[in-house]
């Protein structure tokens, strides 16, 4: 059985522009809400082998807050600062 995944991208979509109207954006484009889409899954594609490895290490096959929490402080490490 194949998973619909139109559907989910449709609720991904209305969460992410969502949480755009919360920060005081009025209207986005759908070109603008696709590349926003198209960075966060590379942004979850480099945090995803971070967030395998420390379940690994800690020997668990869940997904726990502290994971997810130590890995964004390991890609944080990594990144350089944006300087204006």
């Given at each position: 059985m194949k998973k619909n995944n139109k559907k989910s991208n449709i609720l991904i979509r209305k969460n992410l522009k969502a949480e755009i109207e919360k920060k005081g954006i009025?209207?986005?484009?759908?070109?603008?809400?696709?590349?926003?889409?198209?960075?966060?899954?590379?942004?979850?594609?480099?945090?995803?082998?971070?967030?395998?490895?420390?379940?690994t290490i800690k020997g668990r096959k869940t997904l726990k807050r502290e994971d997810v929490e130590t890995a964004f402080s390991i890609i944080k490490t990594k990144e350089p600062e944006w300087e204006i």
């Open positions: 009025k209207r986005a484009s759908s070109e603008s809400l696709d590349s926003l889409e198209r960075h966060l899954k590379r942004y979850l594609d480099d945090l995803a082998p971070i967030l395998k490895e420390e379940m």
